[in-house]
């Protein structure tokens, strides 16, 4: 079956022997499709209230143990800041003795390495061979 262009919107497809897309006859002919009404996000079972997206019920729920929440969190909250004087005492001490730490003096080069990575295979070839 051979689909063609909608003779009107150029967009979709259609059957040969329609004169109209789907689209466009809905258009044409004011067809309004039917909206599948949304189901309640937290139960999946119920229709959600127009506009929201929960039931009635889990709404109701919700509000419910927002009030009991709200009850046990309704004392006063103490936001200042404690001993801390800066990030020094936050951020570790490197010590310059530590094996890991790595000076940039000590460091090689990109061409360095890639010569003595050379060196080394050239190494591991004379040992093969002899």
Do not use: W
């Not at 039917?34 to 889990?58: I, V, Y």
């Amino acid at each position: 079956m051979i689909l063609v262009k909608c003779p009107r919107c150029e967009l979709n497809y259609m059957a040969p022997g329609e004169t109209l897309c789907k689209v466009c006859f809905r258009e044409v002919h004011h067809a309004e499709l039917r909206e599948e009404p949304e189901l309640c996000s937290e139960c999946n079972t119920e229709r959600a209230l127009p506009g929201k997206d929960l039931c009635l019920f889990c709404l109701q729920e919700r509000k419910n143990s927002y009030g009991k929440l709200k009850v046990l969190g309704d004392g006063p909250v103490d936001l200042t800041l404690g001993d801390v004087s800066g990030m020094e005492e936050i951020i570790p001490a490197i010590e310059e003795d530590d094996p890991d730490f790595c000076v940039l003096g000590d460091a090689l080069s990109l061409e360095e390495m890639g010569e003595q990575e050379d060196r080394d295979d050239e190494d591991e070839d004379e040992a093969m061979d002899g």
